[in-house]
């Protein structure tokens, strides 16, 4: 059994605009001819899309967006004084120490794993009772030796462009 056919209103503007398939503009054509009430819905969407088209349309000055944001920000601090001075950068800091921290992760891990490469210092019968973690198989995977610097790294510059950002905004409302 077919289904009956319903116009809805965003099918009668996409009728409007053309962005019909042509075989749904055949039934919607068909529909209308048939409902003459539905054409009257069609008329109106047709003279409100004239009306908006005939509308002005003006380009935003330059730097519509910067004021925009700069007085959003300022509506968001509030009451809250904006200062920037000395000590506001614990950003750069956090991300100078992650990139230490990276840095000397391989250091770390000598140490972790000197145990476990000196096997003729620990006796015979404890040796199957000692678990071992296999960091040469872990650590020579490509995504740990390619993949992972490249995610801190751009997460890194990811953050750091958006404090720069963020620092260069507070500079322009307080000049």
């Known amino acids: 059994m077919e289904q009956p056919f319903v116009l809805t209103e965003d099918m009668l503007w996409d009728y409007a605009d053309g962005f019909l398939s042509p075989e749904e503009k055949t039934r919607v054509h068909e529909y209308l001819l048939l409902h003459p ?15 908006f088209a005939s509308l002005p349309t003006e380009r935003p000055n330059a730097g519509f967006a910067d004021r925009v944001m700069a007085a959003w920000v300022s509506e968001q601090a509030g009451s809250r004084q904006i200062v920037a001075g000395k000590g506001k950068d614990w950003v750069v800091y956090s991300i100078a120490a992650a990139m230490g921290l990276f840095l000397l992760l391989p250091i770390l891990l000598i140490f972790i794993s000197a145990p476990a490469s000196a096997t003729d210092l620990i006796p015979a019968e404890y040796l199957p009772q000692t678990p071992t973690i296999p960091w040469t198989e872990i650590f020579n995977s490509p995504v740990m030796r390619f993949g992972m610097p490249l995610v801190l790294l751009f997460f890194s510059f990811r953050f750091l462009d958006q404090y720069l950002q963020q620092k260069k905004m507070l500079a322009k409302l307080q000049a």
């Open 37 to 51: 009430e539905q054409m009257s819905r069609l008329d109106a969407i047709a003279d409100e899309k004239r009306r």
